[in-house]
DNA sequence: CAGTCGCTGTCAATTCATTGACATAATTTT
DNA sequence: AAAATTATGTCAATGAATTGACAGCGACTG
């Protein structure tokens, strides 16, 4: 398929559609128009038809959307109809907090298993999965056709194992460490730095604080 | 003072540039030019000189900039040579991460009080500091001069903590429940959405697979 | 100490994103 | 069944962000 490619921009705005669709769909509305979407989610109507049809003429004119068909539509759209298969590295907090959020296995995240370097955390089970040590770890991801690793992780440690995630032939990383990686443009990275997003939220109280 | 607006886009770099920066230091670096700065980062040196001229002339024609003051300067802009007091709501798996987590501390953002609803988990100490009930936030957090509440609870509750939270005078919120709040525009959200962050990897590793 | 070079700050040009406008098509009303 | 209404898909216009270009200042060199 010849698509052209989608912004960014716009890519991050589809889960917060898929949410408010899903909720409308929870309520059992059927029909829902850009107009009233764009009433209930604070963004322009002229916004959303362009989103959308970046991926194709989901809507019907006099009609609008079809709740439940745009809902499952953008969930295809984000990869949410397959299942994906991750691992965790790091077993600390945010690892455990990670793994104990059911809210990711219920969109098809499967968390199949957990790796940390200390010899005195492995073998211990979370959640049901048993956390392995670091030298397991390619063979893991090779066998069970693990597409998605979560850096749960040191800065320190980071870059070095995203190393070897890229040797074994991991697809996405989701990245909780403080580092920028450097890897192969095939692979995806999303990162989630949230002392930069703590610090953007500080900038914004001082310069809010400035204006008075 | 009657400064510009200066737009989220800038701000949301601001970090990137103080962690290399600080990076820099910690080797001994003394200056750095826009060019330099812009090979390590993978930005345009236009760019690095467009955000930095924002607020204000930092660097020196024919030399470049000084990485100290360069980086004592980002972080006051981020409002960093301030300490910031700081409550978690929330005692599950990821209000714990994060109160452990003492990168924040070191920035000079405070946890000075935990509160959940579960009476059971009341009373108990996490990193010497004590979970109190949901009752007593709203007196805490004016008596102990607190500034910015983390979320870290599930979307249903969320809602209305926040407004709880407006009501006693908080200036900002650090929102990980998966709803978009609506408050007073004199206080600041910044969210961090996961399941958002997560669906995005999960485009783009689709939508990569697309193109082959 | 004069000349060369380096690098910023800034303006202009370009690219990208958002908003507005409307022709057209399906739906609902009468 | 015709008329009136609704609301999409898309094109054009506006606005924002990024990149490119360079004048001019300061630093370094011989």
Redesign the interface.
């Known amino acids: 398929?010849e698509?052209k490619e989608?912004s960014?921009t716009v890519?991050?705005r589809?889960?917060?559609y898929?949410?408010y669709l899903g909720e409308l769909k929870d309520e059992g509305i059927e029909r829902v128009s850009s107009q009233e979407l764009s009433d209930i989610m604070?963004v322009t109507a002229s916004q959303i038809r362009q989103d959308l049809n970046n991926f194709g003429g989901f809507g019907q004119q006099g009609y609008g959307y079809n709740v439940g068909f745009l809902y499952d539509e953008i969930g295809k759209?984000?990869?949410?109809h397959r299942e994906?298969n991750l691992i965790i590295v790091g077993a600390?907090?945010?690892g455990?907090?990670?793994v104990?959020?059911t809210?990711?296995e219920r969109?098809g995240?499967l968390f199949r298993g957990i790796f940390d370097k200390d010899p005195q955390v492995c073998g211990q089970k979370i959640r049901g999965i048993t956390v392995r040590p670091m030298n397991e770890m390619e063979a893991f991801v090779q066998e069970n056709d693990i597409?998605?690793a979560v850096l749960a992780i040191p800065k320190t440690s980071a870059v070095e194992v995203a190393e070897q995630l890229v040797c074994c032939g991991i697809?996405?990383i989701?990245n909780f460490a403080?580092v920028?990686l450097r890897v192969p443009e095939?692979i995806?990275v999303?990162n989630?730095?949230?002392?930069?997003?703590?610090?953007?939220?500080?900038?914004?109280?001082?310069?809010?604080e400035?204006e008075e």
Chains 1, 2 share one sequence.
């Open positions: 398929m698509e989608i960014q890519v991050g589809l889960p917060r898929f949410r604070q759209i984000l990869g949410l994906h600390g907090h945010l455990q907090a990670l104990n959020y809210n990711f969109r995240f597409d998605i697809k996405g989701w403080h920028d095939r995806q999303e989630v730095h949230l002392s930069d997003s703590l610090m953007k939220l500080s900038y914004n109280l001082s310069s809010r400035d």
